[in-house]
Structures are given as C-alpha cells and as structure tokens.
C-alpha cells in the first residue's frame, strides 16, 4: 500500500478538527510532515471525488465538505489507492513448465484481490469522525 491512503485520511481528519476553517496546502503539509505539492495532487483527487472544497488565493486553501460522520475509510481508499495491497512486481513465470512457477502469480493475484475485498469492507465500518475521535482520545 502506498502513502496516499494515510495522508488523505490524515488530511481530512485535520480538516474535520477544524470544521468551516479553510487549511492551506502549507498548513495542512505541516500537520501532516510532507511537503504542500504532495498534499495538493491527494487533495485534488478528494476534491474531485467531492470530499473537499478549494478556495484559490489569499486566504484561501482547503475546507471538509463532506459530512465527517458519514465519509468511509473505504471511500478515501477507493479515491486514493484502491487496488493497492497486490505488489507491483510479480513472481514466477507463467511460461515456464514448473506449475510452483508458472501458476504462483496467478494464486497470488487471487489472494490480493480477497484480501482488497476484506480490507475495504473492514474499512468501511470506520468514518472519518470515528478516526478524529479516537485520536481525540490519546494521551
């Protein structure tokens, strides 16, 4: 799995804890300890997707415009990095005579994708409230 998923989650927590506040790219890249270019191409996928709202300009930056409550991690991973368990490189070959070789790929193709399919559905029973809150919750 790559970054993205954490830093849209982590971003629109941020965003959640500040709610009708606008975060410029610059604010948001500190809370998350990356840099704002990073921050504003994931931003621009959950903008698209309708997660948040951009104001260009002084004052402007990002604001939540979606409900906190209702908004699924599964929804933030099928914006961001869905189908991203399965490694981009593949092990075996399917030409060769050795069924260890010529078939492990295919297996293990299968086991990613029902390992996804569990994951997202274990994600989405988790909001991002859920997630403010329980950060909310530690020492």
């Not at 930056?61 to 399965?86: F, H, W």
């Amino acid at each position: 799995m790559n970054s993205e998923f954490t830093i849209a989650v982590h971003s629109l927590v941020f965003l959640a804890h500040l709610p009708d506040h606008m975060a410029s790219s610059e604010l948001i890249a500190t809370n998350v300890s990356t840099n704002p270019a990073r921050i504003r191409k994931i931003m621009g996928c959950l903008r698209k997707k309708g997660f948040v709202k951009t104001k260009e300009g002084v004052g402007g930056g990002y604001i939540l415009d979606c409900n906190p409550e209702e908004v699924t991690l599964a929804q933030i991973y099928r914006t961001v990095s869905s189908k991203m368990l399965k490694p981009h490189w593949c092990t075996g070959n399917p030409e060769e005579t050795c069924p260890i070789s010529s078939n492990t790929q295919e297996v293990m193709d299968q086991i990613f994708h029902e390992a996804e399919i569990y994951f997202e559905k274990y994600l989405d029973q988790i909001t991002i409230y859920a997630v403010l809150q329980k950060i909310k919750q530690c020492p």
